[in-house]
């Protein structure tokens, strides 16, 4: 696989967990809707109509505050080995992206560990620099990452000596 010129030697896309996908916030929605539509009825039969328009603004504001955190909260980092560079492209939302590069020849990859100042990830320093990607990740997929990009590290430079383990 080539991107450009250059030839891949590690590719990874790595995608936050989310514990709400698409079908589950349809769901949220509909029991939204369907709270919101008895309530409004238990008001309306009551005579207190003016009630209904509250209710109605109240479910349809938390529908959209549901579907835009969906919408915002979505990020995608895409980390790529080539040639002579590691690549990082970080999509957040609707669109905003963000990239690194960085050299492969002195880069170190460690795990950060969750703790109260923030996520933790994985931790990509070189020359002073460094970046903390795959904080959406479960602690088992984190160090099956790290030690995939190690791996891939390795054999990067040392082409010849192949890596067992």
Known sequence: MA???ERVA???????????????????????IASGAAVAGLFLAMGAWPVV?????????????FLGHHALARVVEEVVLEERVLRVRRRRGLGAVQAWEFPPGW?????????PQGAGGV????????????S??????????ASALRE??????????SVVG
């Open 107 to 115: 880069l170190r990859v460690t795990v950060e560990p969750p703790g």
């Open 10 to 32: 590690f590719s990874a896309t790595l995608v936050a967990q989310r514990s709400l996908d698409g079908r589950g916030l349809t769901v949220v929605a509909l029991v939204l």
């Open 53 to 65: 328009g509250f209710v109605g603004l109240e479910v349809g504001l938390a529908i959209a505050l």
């Open 152 to 161: 891939a590290l390795c054999r990067w430079r040392s082409p010849a000596v």
């Open 123 to 134: 931790v990509l320093a070189t020359h002073g620099r460094r970046l903390v990607v795959g």
């Open 136 to 145: 959406g990740l479960s602690e088992g997929e984190r160090e099956s990452f």
């Open 3 to 5: 991107v450009g010129s």
